[in-house]
């Protein structure tokens, strides 16, 4: 009989442990050196929370919003302020930011870069990272940040923050 | 010291065996038992999910003359019960949320085990994914498939790093943790079939959201505008594996375009030069917009992302004429069988549109 129950437990133990066994991994947060700081200081890292940062970042010129595909609760949103963008997609807990865009030159990242600046310049202001060529254009990664320097012409066409 | 040997007898020995084996079917009959309920039923949340399976029970019925595949832009814009009604042709859509083009292929792969069409329209946008995105959309389009090699290779092409092949054979371990969010639907639907949420795999919207058209939206830019080499790649084995089967593939970009959901001129080039190079039709249907009679004020359901019912009814009757008149697809309307078929399918298909239309 006491064999019996040892198996039967061992049977229920296996089953409670299967049963707490969770799959789910989430990336985030911002470990990375390349973060855009706005105008009025606000620093958006991409995989930060979202909802502080919309806030402190006040009034937007536009949003858009975006329902997931497939019914997933939580929306995307695009907000559209002078100078950046930022897009946020629903995470574990929350929204967060997945993309900054830079627009036009009226803003500029820490490390000085902004649209129009030439090659020369933007190669020489990101000089301490390392970069990484996409036909013409280059990528600089820290942490789980990519910054995307798109260029056309010689001269700085699109700066990027999206993550790794 | 003396030595005292015990011996176990022989009553015992198969008492204790009786008992492993009794706790090693418990153990297989609890996740067997608990799947069917713990498995997501897709029914009012993520209607999605239902897609791939509903395909089965309708190719088991009648074979289709064209099949759909790709994501959402294939089951929110074309709807077979108007390709049958007004020209005769019998289609499915075999379409997915974020179907990227390897779950399309692996879905035709699979339809290909049941019937040979004579065209298979696929939708580009999943073009621009060279990577699995994530484990819900891989559920939605796997899960349901019925079990063949086809399905091994589709899992194996579609998981994401996190993700184990183990849990698509044995469910369980990737749905256990749903116990806190069972619902009367887990339970009703267990062991029973679920009603069909799509129309010959027309997900149904009948709600109208109107797009900003006044919104100034400038699409973001790309670091790279080349297509990933790995989509691009299955769209060859796309096209090796209709070639192969004598069935004519069509490329097609759905009318919308969405400040989420962009399609680049850069891209359109790309699909317009492979179309060219290899002799496929290939429709971008976002400059006719206009020309079908769309109107994104009230043909939306989302604010422009997605047509609902209304504009998927003016669209699908634009592409059925191409289909018809371009790639002879037969009108079956004078075929008894198939014909009993589609009315029920048609019928259906219309109930659904008012018993929705009252709810809205």
Known sequence: MKTTLRILSLTLALLALTLCFAACGNKGGSDSKLVFVTPNNVTLAVGAPAADAVTTLGDWVSM???????????????YTYHGFRMSTTPAKDGQIICKVELTDDSVKTPEGLFIGMSRADAEAAMKSFTAEKVGDNLVYTSGATKLQVVFRDGAVTGIIYVAA | MENTIIKTPKKTLWLRALCIVIALAILAAIPAVLTPILMPKYLTVSKEGSLTEEYYSAVAETNHDVLFVGDCEIF??????????????????????????????????????????????????????????????????????????????????????????????????????????????????????????????????????????????????????????????????????????????????????????????????????YAAEHGLAYYNLIPKAYEMGLD?????????????????????????????????????????????????????????????????
């Open chain 1, 64 to 78: 858009n919003s975006s329902d997931s595909c497939g019914g997933f609760s939580g929306k995307d949103y695009l």
């Open chain 2, 296 to 360: 994104m004020a009230t043909d939306t359901y989302d604010g422009g992302a997605h047509l609902n019912v209304y504009g998927a009814e003016k669209l699908t009757r634009y592409f059925g004429e191409i289909l018809a008149k371009d790639h002879a697809i037969p009108d079956r309307r004078g075929e008894s069988d198939i014909a009993s078929v589609w009315q029920r399918r048609v019928e259906a298909y219309y109930d659904r549109k008012t018993a929705m239309e009252s709810r809205e």
């Open chain 2, 76 to 273: 929110e814009s074309f709807v077979p019960a108007i390709l049958w009604e007004e020209y005769g042709i019998s289609a499915y859509l075999r379409g997915g949320a974020q179907q990227l083009v390897w779950h399309s292929y692996y879905l035709l792969e699979d339809a290909l085990r049941y019937e040979t069409p004579k065209a298979v329209v696929f939708n580009v946008y999943a073009l621009k994914y060279g990577e699995p995105q994530k484990e819900a959309y891989n559920r939605m389009a796997l899960d349901g498939m019925e079990w063949s090699s086809v399905k091994a290779e589709a899992i194996r092409a579609s998981m994401t790093e996190e993700e184990d092949f183990l849990t698509y054979l044995f469910p369980f371990f990737r749905y256990h943790s749903r116990w806190s969010e069972l619902t009367t639907e887990d339970f009703t639907y267990a062991w029973k079939d679920k009603p069909a949420v799509s129309d010959s795999g027309y997900l149904m919207q009948t709600g109208v959201v109107p797009a900003d058209t006044q919104a100034d939206y400038t699409p973001e830019q790309l670091i790279d505008y080349t297509l990933p080499a790995t989509a691009m790649a299955y769209l060859d084995r796309m096209r090796a594996l209709c070639a192969e089967k004598g069935i004519e593939l069509i490329l097609v970009k759905a009318p919308t375009n969405f400040w989420r959901y962009h399609w680049y001129d850069e891209w359109d080039a790309q699909i317009t030069d």
